[in-house]
């Protein structure tokens, strides 16, 4: 009982303190994305899916951000020779940074760090061979805020990924029902870009509801396990097995992009 008691007091409060300060946000996101992986033909198409996060930012404080964003491919991507593949992604964000904004309120800059966690699954159909990518980054980037009006505000966030850790599973469903251990992979890279239009409306002096419409570009590039041999080889081993190991399994180095938007729904406290 007193345990609820505390829980009581301090949810109570919140919305006293934190006016304004905590939004909560979820919507839709349709993205167009292409890999290149290795000597493979192209393959694009659209993937969409969720995005949810939670903000939480003052005047000269630091501000935290926390997001989840999934992604299927509906329908299926597709390459240039008509190989069909079975991708999802998903990520989890979370990000801690200082919210230096200006004395009229208009302005903001929001330099910040933290963990971001990515997990990319890529299938080429008929179970022939699975690659799960698991990484996890440590971004470093900004986001810049403007508030025109009380009405609507714009701005751009990037960041760039340094690798932290990464690994890869690879599985060949229809040769053996065994999955090979995670494979260690050189370092990876990834950049990130959004441009945030938000439009507000206040309900009341502590609750507000805010439209977003975010368009956003993500690049990002997973080595393979060992370098390839110079093209001169012959035959290339690189088109074979992705390195310079006979023995290797196929891990070409896999490039992707996605260009699309979300738009969600929010809450602000």
């Not at 989890?92 to 330099?111: A, K, T, Y």
């Not at 260690?184 to 977003?212: F, N």
């Amino acid at each position: 009982m007193r345990f609820s008691k505390v829980l009581c007091i301090v949810l109570l409060h919140i919305p006293l303190h934190a006016s304004r300060l905590i939004s909560l946000n979820v919507g839709p996101t349709i993205q167009y994305t292409r890999y290149t992986q290795g000597c493979l033909p192209k393959q694009s198409g659209p993937m969409s899916g969720v995005a949810l996060d939670t903000r939480i930012k003052k005047a000269w404080k630091p501000a935290a951000y926390i997001g989840f964003r999934g992604l299927w491919d509906i329908p299926h991507i597709c390459s240039e020779n008509g190989l069909i593949i079975d991708s999802n992604e998903y990520q989890v964000n979370g990000h801690l940074g200082f919210n230096f904004e200006s004395d009229d309120g208009r302005c903001s800059i929001i330099p910040f760090t933290g963990i971001d966690f990515i997990h990319l699954s890529h299938q080429i159909k008929c179970d022939i061979i699975r690659h799960k990518y698991f990484q996890i980054n440590v971004p470093i980037g900004v986001e810049f805020l403007y508030n025109p009006s009380e009405c609507f505000s714009w701005g751009i966030k990037t960041y760039y990924d340094i690798d932290a850790w990464t690994r890869l599973k690879v599985a060949t469903p229809c040769l053996t029902d065994t999955q090979c251990c995670k494979i260690k992979l050189k370092r990876g890279h990834r950049a990130h870009v959004e441009m945030p239009l938000k439009w507000h409306y206040r309900v009341d002096e502590r609750v507000g509801i805010d439209i977003s419409w975010i368009p956003l570009f993500t690049w990002q590039k997973f080595n393979s396990e060992k370098l390839c041999c110079p093209e001169s080889c012959t035959p290339n081993p690189c088109c074979i097995t992705g390195t310079s190991d006979p023995d290797a399994l196929n891990i070409p180095v896999l490039k992707q992009w996605h260009l699309g938007s979300i738009l969600t729904f929010g809450i602000t406290f």
